[in-house]
DNA sequence: TTCTTGTACGAACGTTCGTGCGTGAAATGG
DNA sequence: CCATTTCACGCACGAACGTTCGTACAAGAA
C-alpha cells in the first residue's frame, strides 16, 4: 500500500470515536490500541488511516473542530449579528457542554490544558482553533457595540474575555464536581453582563 | 527492606520537581523513569519512596496544595477577613500563576482538565482541594458581605463563581497564547465586581 | 568484629506503546 | 476471466512503561 485508505466514512467514525476518548482520556491518552479494540479493528489497520498518532491527533481536533461549528456556531449564525448572535453564541456553548456533545466535556477545554506547554503542531492547531472561537466571539461583540446594542462604554475585548470566562469554568465545574448548577451560574452571570433582552 | 525511606527532603526535593513537571505533561505524562534520570537517580529507587505511581501521583497532589497554600492562602490570612483578604486572594492567584511557581502555570488547572472525567482516588484528592479552594473563596466573599464591604443585594456564591472563572481564564490564555496580558483583563473583570478600593 | 538495618542500585519482569512489513481477500476494470 | 489495485489484516519490532527482585554498601548495635 503506497496512500492511505479512502474510506471517508469509516474515517469519520474512527475520528468521531477518537475525539470522545480524547475529550475524557486526553489525546496523549488516547492510544491506537484502545482505539482500534474499541471499534472492532486491528490495530494496523486503523494505523493504516493516519501514518502516525500526530496525525490522528490533528485528524481528531479537525473533527471535534466540525463538530463544535455545527453545535455552536453555525446554528448562531441564523441570528443578525450582534447582540442576538451572541447570545445564541453563549447559550449554544453552554448546551454544547451540558449534553456533553463529547463524552467528556468540551473537547478543546480537554485538549488546551492538556497541550497548553508542549510545543508542536498539536499546540498549534489548538491555539489555531481557540484564537478562532475567541475572534468571533469578540467581533460579535464589536459588532453588538457598533450597532447600539452595548453601551457606548464597554470595551468588546474585555468583555469577551469575561463572557468566555464563564463558559470554560462551568465547563470546568460541572465536570471536576459533577454539579450541573454551574451552568446555571454561567447562564446568570452572562445575563447580567448583557443588556436585558 | 520493608519500609519506605524516611529521608524526607529527598522525598521533598522528588516531589518539587514532579509537581513541575505534571504542570506540564500532566500526571500521567508524569513518568518515573524521567523523573528518575532528570534527578540523577535510579527508577527503582526513585520508586521505593512511593510504592506506585498512583501514590506518587498523590504524594505530588499533596506538594503541590502546600505551595499553593504558601504562594496564595496564607499571605492573604494575614489581611483581616473581608474585602481586602478577598483582594489578597485573587492578586495572589493571578501573581502565583503569572510567576510561573510550577513550570506549566496552575498544577491544579493541569490536573483538573486531566482528571475531571476520569474516577479514581487522584480525582478525588483533586476534588478536594479545589472545593477547599472554592470554599475559601465563598466564605471569604460572605464576610465582606456581612462587613457591609458588599452590596447587601450581592449574591456571594455566584460572585465568587465569577472571579475564580476570570483566574482560570487568565491562566488559560496566557499558557495557550503565550499572552501575558490575559491578567490584565482578569484584574480589571475582578476590580470591577469589587467595589473601589 | 560480626550482625542487623536502611537505602539505593542494576537487571529483568510482563505489558503497552507507536510503527513497519508482507500477505491475502475483496473490489475494480479491461 | 484475468490483471491490477485497494485495503485490512496478522505479526513483529524496539522503546518505554510500572513494577519486582536480589544485591551492595554504609552506619549502628551487639
Redesign the interface.
Known amino acids: 500500500m503506497v496512500g492511505r485508505p479512502q474510506n471517508d466514512q469509516a474515517r469519520q467514525t474512527i475520528l468521531r470515536r477518537a475525539a470522545d476518548i480524547a475529550?475524557?482520556?486526553?489525546l496523549?491518552?488516547l492510544s491506537i490500541g484502545r482505539l482500534a479494540t474499541d471499534l472492532g479493528l486491528s490495530k494496523s489497520g486503523l494505523f493504516g488511516y493516519f501514518g502516525s498518532k500526530e496525525e490522528l491527533q490533528l485528524a481528531t481536533i479537525r473533527t471535534a473542530t466540525a463538530i463544535f461549528l455545527d453545535e455552536v456556531v453555525k446554528p448562531a449564525l441564523a441570528a443578525p449579528p450582534g447582540l442576538s448572535r451572541l447570545r445564541l453564541l453563549l447559550d449554544n456553548w453552554l448546551s454544547y457542554s451540558e449534553r456533553r456533545v463529547f463524552?467528556?466535556?468540551c473537547f478543546f477545554?480537554?485538549a488546551?490544558?492538556?497541550f497548553?506547554?508542549?510545543p508542536g503542531r498539536v499546540?498549534d492547531a489548538?491555539?489555531t482553533a481557540?484564537?478562532d472561537w475567541n475572534r468571533l466571539l469578540t467581533e460579535t461583540t464589536h459588532e453588538a457595540r457598533a450597532r447600539g446594542e452595548l453601551p457606548a462604554e464597554t470595551d468588546p475585548?474585555?468583555l469577551a474575555?469575561?463572557l468566555?470566562?464563564?463558559l470554560?469554568?462551568a465547563n470546568?465545574?460541572s465536570?471536576?464536581?459533577d454539579d450541573p448548577t454551574?451552568y446555571h451560574?454561567?447562564r446568570?452571570?452572562a445575563h447580567a453582563r448583557l443588556p436585558t433582552p
Chains 1, 2 share one sequence.
Open positions: 475529550s475524557q482520556d486526553g496523549e491518552g463524552a467528556g466535556g477545554a480537554s488546551n490544558a492538556e497548553d506547554a508542549r499546540r489548538l491555539t481557540a484564537r475585548d474585555q474575555f469575561e468566555v470566562a464563564f470554560q469554568a470546568a465545574a465536570l471536576l464536581h454551574a451560574r454561567a446568570t452571570a
